[in-house]
């Protein structure tokens, strides 16, 4: 049991470039979520799943996409990287409403 | 939607001390509180929650407490301990969308 898993774990891009994250978990949750966190700012949520087929946008959506074509996967895609970015991005999930979160161990992306 | 403010930002302790972090949230229809432990360069896990029909809850050196009407909740860490040193984040969350404060660095000094 893995639990949620995100790769890559590091990544530099250059301006324009796009990549794809990926996020899988293997516990069955239905609710998933991708967050960024920069200094001094916290976790900041740029998008969400609530089950397979079905995304939405949060607090900080543009620049980037999401898709859930299984309940297992949640891929965050950039299509043209900006240096503003740069960040660590997290991917969690939960199993139903209001329990634990449970967190990938990030990524690190930088955009020179 | 769900605002969730959390101070201090940073906490300078001494190893035996207390420390108290505070946050607050604008949805009364919140009902999950969460704290999440930070290390540096790891991921965030779960030390401690409360839902709302709880006001204190404790789990040996750590405690929370909630106060609804005054919507606000806060993490108490006792008999500080270097290995406390990190980040800690609040939570609240309605019904699937987890909002988080802003963290606090905590730095526990031997």
């Known amino acids: 049991n893995a639990g949620v898993t995100q790769t890559p774990k590091f990544r530099v891009l250059k301006t324009g470039q796009s990549m794809t994250l990926l996020c899988a978990q293997d516990?069955?949750?239905?609710?998933m979520y991708w967050y960024r966190q920069d200094p001094g700012m916290g976790l900041r949520l740029i998008h969400y799943?609530?089950?397979?087929?079905?995304?939405a946008k949060g607090e900080v959506p543009d620049g980037y996409n999401v898709s859930r074509l299984k309940k297992q996967n949640f891929l965050l895609g950039l299509e043209s990287a900006a240096p503003s970015q740069t960040s660590v991005y997290f991917c969690?999930?939960?199993?139903?409403?209001?329990?634990?979160?449970?967190f990938g161990q990030g990524t690190r992306l930088t955009v020179v | 939607g769900e605002n969730v403010e959390q101070h201090p930002s940073t906490l300078s302790v001494q190893e035996g001390d207390s420390a108290v972090i505070k946050c607050t949230y604008s949805?009364?229809?919140?009902?999950?509180f969460p704290w999440y432990k930070q290390e540096l360069g790891k991921r965030p896990q779960l030390i401690i929650d409360?839902?709302?029909?709880?006001g204190e809850k404790k789990d040996q050196r750590i405690a929370v407490t909630l106060n609804k009407t005054a919507k606000h909740f806060s993490l108490h860490i006792t008999e500080t301990q270097p290995e406390d040193s990190a980040v800690y984040f609040c939570a609240a969350t309605g019904s699937y969308i987890p909002t988080f404060g802003r963290g606090t660095s905590l730095i526990v000094h031997p």
């Open positions: 949805d009364s229809a919140s009902n999950y």
């Open positions: 969690a999930s939960i199993r139903q409403m209001n329990t634990e979160a449970f």
């Open positions: 799943s609530v089950g397979e087929g079905t995304t």
């Open positions: 409360i839902r709302s029909n709880v």
């Open positions: 516990m069955n949750h239905e609710y």
